[in-house]
């Protein structure tokens, strides 16, 4: 007899002997139907997820239209697209956006009503529209801004999340619209806060990795406003397709080469500093391979918990081959430590940003030139103008480099380098209420 059969033997007479002492056991799903899964409310969530280390969880729950309870009369929620198209006839790279920003609608009606209008400012009356907003970075940058008042808006309360208006249609899967500024509308039009430009697209979407940042936007948090601002991106990376149209020229864009990315954000107030940071665009200075499968986002600033400001705090994931790594104060078992330092010079604004739990690291540097962004514009739910040096781009250039700790033959813990990573078309924010440098 082989030492297989022998244990394949004793393994029997074992399970013979233990069986007799045992009771017999039912299994408590035996007698369910193969679909019992079905019959969960949809609400309960899987326990597993819980302890899973993954963020990536899409949740269209936190996707979906927030403005309700309080936030309907004091509060913003937008749907956020950066994407890159392909000039149908030079060839040339363009980088887009798109974003349907609404606030206060339970104060609104037939026309928008805006917040720095001067007779609105007087008569304390607060912001209330869909804004449509959409633009490029680079060559030609600008942002275009439609506007409708609430009774020409139309927006499904529950899940998955659809938001309409005259030609503008955004949901999870697709968005199309039509946004048009004159320069006559630019001059007497200050309040849209706009710039004169026409854009025309027709998108589908495929939200492929998610950054669920746990239970910070937790359906506890989100009922209880316990933050100021919001942040879920149910597409870290999205893959776009069909064509844009911008100033007459036609731009295609297609899946591989769009390094697409969705996410929301909602609340009552911004936050300052105010950072964003993410790319899909990834290769690899060790092996000089494109990764295909990985994305990295951060976001944050100095959170808001009510009116208690925190310390300096950034939310960060990075997917890397399928392997996730996450940055997150919220989750604090974790023990994330993060420092950043985000500097503006003449032409240029630089980020810095170094995240690390006890078993990994990130460094990130990330640049993006000040002739290629835009300084976007938000009126606040309050009716005031609070981020005029809002620095938003889509051709930002970085590096990153991330580590894992790994036990050396010397019985130490050392770190070990996972990958020093080039990252393009990087999607990068940076802007502060009162000044534009940060503090170290």
């Known amino acids: 007899m082989s030492i297989t059969d022998d244990m394949k033997e004793g393994a029997s007479k074992v399970k013979n002997m233990v069986g007799k002492h045992l009771p017999e056991i039912p299994n ?3 007698h369910l139907p193969d679909n019992w899964r079905d019959y969960l409310p949809k609400s309960v969530p899987n326990p597993l997820d819980m302890i899973d280390m993954s963020f990536n969880h899409p949740d269209e729950f936190r996707d979906a239209f927030m403005l309700k309870g309080s936030l309907a009369k004091e509060g913003y929620d937008w749907w ?4 890159t198209g392909v000039n149908s006839k030079t060839g040339k790279e363009k980088a887009f956006y798109i974003e349907f920003y609404t606030i206060n609608p339970e104060l609104g009606g037939d026309q928008p009503v805006f917040g720095q209008m001067n007779m609105e400012k007087s008569s304390g009356k607060r912001p209330s529209y869909l804004m449509v907003n959409v633009g490029s970075w680079g060559e030609d940058a600008a942002q275009l801004h439609r506007f409708f008042g609430w009774d020409d808006v139309n927006v499904k309360d ?4 659809l938001i309409s208006a005259a030609e503008c249609f955004c949901s999870e899967t697709r968005t199309l619209g039509k946004v048009e500024v004159t320069p006559e509308d630019v001059k007497n039009h200050p309040e849209w806060l706009s710039d004169a430009g026409k854009m025309i697209w027709d998108l589908q979407i495929d939200k492929e990795i998610a950054f ?13 406003d316990a933050f100021q601002m919001f942040w879920h991106a149910q597409g870290m990376k999205s893959a776009f397709a069909g064509q844009v149209i911008w100033n007459g020229e036609v731009y295609l864009v297609s899946p591989d080469t769009c390094y697409g990315y969705a996410d929301k954000n909602w609340g009552k107030d911004f936050t300052s500093p105010w950072v964003w940071l993410s790319s899909n665009h990834l290769i690899s200075n060790l092996t000089g391979q494109t990764l295909e499968n990985s994305v990295f986002d951060i976001g944050g600033g100095c959170p808001k918990v009510g009116p208690m400001e925190l310390d300096r705090k950034l939310l960060s994931a990075f997917y890397y081959e399928g392997m996730p790594y996450e940055f997150n104060f919220s989750k604090v078992w974790t023990l994330t430590k993060t420092k950043f330092r985000c500097k503006e010079t003449a032409t240029k604004i630089i980020w810095r940003v170094m995240q690390e739990t006890p078993t990994v690291k990130m460094y990130t540097k990330v640049e993006c030139l000040k002739k290629d962004m835009l300084k976007i514009r938000y009126e606040a739910p309050d009716g005031s ?5 809002l620095w938003n781009g889509g051709n930002g250039t970085g590096n990153i480099k991330l580590y ?3 036990i050396t033959l010397k019985n130490k813990w050392e770190w070990e380098l996972v990958d020093d990573i ?3 078309n990087i999607g990068c924010e940076y802007g502060e209420y009162d000044k534009h440098k940060v503090k170290k």
Do not use: D, Q
């Open 80 to 83: 956020w697209h950066s994407f």
């Open 212 to 224: 669920n940042v746990g239970y910070g936007a937790s359906k506890t948090m989100r009922e209880t």
């Open 28 to 30: 408590p799903l035996e």
């Open 422 to 424: 080039e990252a393009l």
């Open 404 to 406: 894992h700790k790994k």
């Open 158 to 161: 529950e899940v998955p999340f």
């Open 385 to 389: 103008f609070r981020h005029k040096n």
